[in-house]
Structures are given as structure tokens and as C-alpha cells.
Nanobody, 115 residues
Framework: QVQLVESGGGLVQPGGSLRLSCAAS????????MNWYRQAPGKQREAVAT???????NYADSVKGRFTISRDNAKNTVYLQMNSLKPEDTAVYYC?????????WGQGTLVTVSS
């Protein structure tokens, strides 16, 4: 099963930006859905953004216009560019790879938005 490693989290002030990366251990070219999820303290994990193998993207309403998901198949990497960050974006962010026969998760990276 593909291994996923997230990076790029950290502490940022409100209004700031971060770019998360998700590096896969093997090709993601044929993986139907590459997703970012997040889980805030005391809350359930929620979907943030999705990009299909064909390049179609979808976002949670709470991040539309602020976050951008992209994938670089040559580098086996998925990115999440996060702009105009808010305190409510504070969470552990997880990368997920999903297809009919696959449902792989990374270990997560912590994003803290605070002044």
C-alpha cells in the first residue's frame, strides 16, 4: 500500500499562508482521489479538498477561495496551498489516497493559526 508523508505544518499568524506537501512512496498517477482532511481538537475529521486523477478539484465551503489543492504526478506529491488562514483552520491535516482498492492515510501535520 502506498505510504504518505505530510510536511509543511507549523505556527502561523492569522492572515498568513502555509503550503502543505504530501509525498507518496509510489506513483499517484492512477490514484483516483487525492484528498486533504483535517481534525481540530475535540472535533471529527472533515474533508478539506479533493483532486481527482483528471484534475477536478473540490473544496469544503469553509476553505473555498482560500485553499488550493494541486498534484504533481512526476514528483508523486500533492500540495495544499493555504492562504488567509484563520484561527479556526487550526487542526492536524491529513493526506489521503483513495481508489476502489486503496484507502491510505498519512500521519498528519499540525497547523496552528494564532497570534
Amino acid at each position: 500500500q502506498v505510504q504518505l508523508v505530510e510536511s509543511g505544518g507549523g505556527l502561523v499568524q492569522p492572515g498568513g499562508s502555509l503550503r502543505l506537501s504530501c509525498a507518496a512512496s509510489e506513483s499517484i498517477f492512477n490514484i483516483r482521489f487525492m484528498n486533504w482532511y483535517r481534525q481540530a481538537p475535540g472535533k471529527q475529521r472533515e474533508a478539506v479538498a479533493t483532486i481527482t486523477s483528471g484534475g477536478t478539484v473540490n473544496y469544503a465551503d469553509s476553505v473555498k477561495g482560500r485553499f488550493t489543492i494541486s498534484r504533481d504526478n512526476a514528483k508523486n506529491t500533492v500540495y495544499l496551498q493555504m492562504n488567509s488562514l484563520k484561527p479556526e483552520d487550526t487542526a492536524v491535516y491529513y493526506c489521503n489516497a483513495r481508489s476502489i482498492v486503496l484507502n491510505a492515510w498519512g500521519q498528519g501535520t499540525l497547523v496552528t493559526v494564532s497570534s
